[in-house]
Nanobody, 126 residues
Framework: QVQLVESGGGLVQAGGSLRLSCAAS????????MGWFRQAPGKEREFVAV????????YYADSVKDRFTLSRDNTKNTVYLQMNSLKPEDTAVYYC???????????????????WGQGTQVTVSS
């Protein structure tokens, strides 16, 4: 069983930055693809970004491309989502998720993931 704990959410003005972290338990972190999803009030959960276990491949949703950067430190079992140029429409609860056995894959559908964190709130004021 893998536990995921997100942190780093908060309130920021439009144009500002936040860095989310997701710390994972377990010994085989480098074999897990790590994804971020978000869900705004009244909306469906949507894919944000994913990084393969090896960190060789990253993929971003069009809505965050060139503003968000996903990285990971496999020595610390942690992934980081650097969010710059934040917009009010980025306001949501952000969830990290892990998929087993994915050193070179980048799943973009929530149902493909095996573990989820509890979420962290990001609020961007205009």
């Amino acid at each position: 069983q893998v536990q995921l704990v997100e942190s780093g959410g908060g309130l920021v003005q439009a144009g500002g930055s936040l860095r989310l972290s997701c710390a994972a338990s377990g010994r085989t972190f480098s074999s897990y693809a790590m994804g971020w999803f978000r869900q705004a009030p009244g909306k469906e959960r949507e894919f944000v970004a994913v990084i393969s276990g090896s960190a060789a491949i990253r993929y971003y949703a069009d809505s965050v491309k060139d503003r968000f950067t996903l990285s990971r430190d496999n020595t610390k079992n942690t992934v980081y989502l650097q969010m710059n140029s934040l917009k009010p429409e980025d306001t949501a609860v952000y969830y990290c998720a892990a998929k087993r056995g994915a050193p070179f894959s980048t799943p973009r559908v929530g149902a493909e993931y095996d573990y989820w964190g509890q979420g962290t709130q990001v609020t961007v004021s205009s």
